[in-house]
């Protein structure tokens, strides 16, 4: 199967918005709602962010907001913070008891 | 709360088999849930490799499936990940994690393990 296709970076200053796109194929992101957001500090586990497209874990800010729209997901971060630079992974079920990452978006504070 | 540890050889040479074992604290495995492997080469993005259900039914990666094995030991509260016939490839962190799933779907990893790299070298 392919793999996801995130951009490979974003960025954006302190206070500002950033939206990173997940852009997959009728038979992932199109037709399931389980897509996942994960955040990656260097040398870290991932820690996830945002599940069933739209949830938020317990303890993860509500700057932190997910979305889809036809084969896209998409994740925004609100109010940008310094300890928001990490890259981020996309990930969704894509039948047949099988899983699709994405390729990975840095995210830079300016 | 859940935690998960990851544990195993650092170093792997080629065509012979990586063996690594993900032992569970806070929770017992044989109360339910499915548990996974996930993978990253250095300097690059994740790759699903497979999950287990308590009772041992498996789910992996099509792209693996033919060289991976998923184990469950519920008396030590571990899961274990097999990869044969490795090659440079195959060089990356591995992490374990929870993972909320069933047999019609997987949605997502919570919480993960932190991670151990194993070098695939002769």
């Known amino acids: 199967q392919s793999a996801l296709t995130q951009p490979p970076s974003a960025s954006g200053s302190p206070g500002q918005s950033v939206t990173i796109s997940c852009t997959g194929t009728?038979?992932?992101?199109?037709?399931?709602?389980?897509v996942s957001w994960y955040q990656q500090h260097p040398g870290k586990a991932p820690k996830l962010m945002i599940y069933d497209v739209t949830r938020r874990p317990s303890g993860v800010p509500d700057r932190f907001s997910g979305s889809k729209s036809g084969n896209t997901a998409s994740l925004t971060v609100s109010g940008l913070q310094a300890e928001d630079e990490a890259d981020y992974y996309c990930?969704?079920?894509?039948?047949?008891?099988?899983?699709?990452f994405g390729g990975g978006t840095k995210v830079t504070v300016l | 709360q859940v935690q998960l540890q990851e544990s195993g050889p650092g170093l792997v040479k080629p065509s012979e088999t990586l063996s690594l074992i993900c032992t569970v604290s806070g929770y017992s495995i044989g109360s339910g849930y499915y548990w996974g492997w996930i993978r990253q080469p250095p300097g690059k993005g994740l790759e699903w490799i497979g999950n287990?259900?308590?009772?041992?039914?498996?789910d992996y990666n099509p792209s693996l499936k033919s060289r991976v094995t998923i184990l469950v030991d519920r008396s030590e509260n571990q899961f274990s990940l097999n990869v044969m016939s490795v090659t440079a490839a195959d060089t990356a962190v591995y992490y374990c994690a929870k993972v909320r799933a069933d047999r019609t779907m997987i949605d997502y990893f919570d919480p993960w393990g932190q991670g151990t790299l194993v070098t695939v070298s002769s």
């Open positions: 009728s038979s992932d992101v199109g037709i399931y709602n389980y």
């Open positions: 287990i259900h308590h009772t041992g039914v498996t």
């Open positions: 990930s969704s079920y894509a039948g047949g008891n099988n899983l699709v």
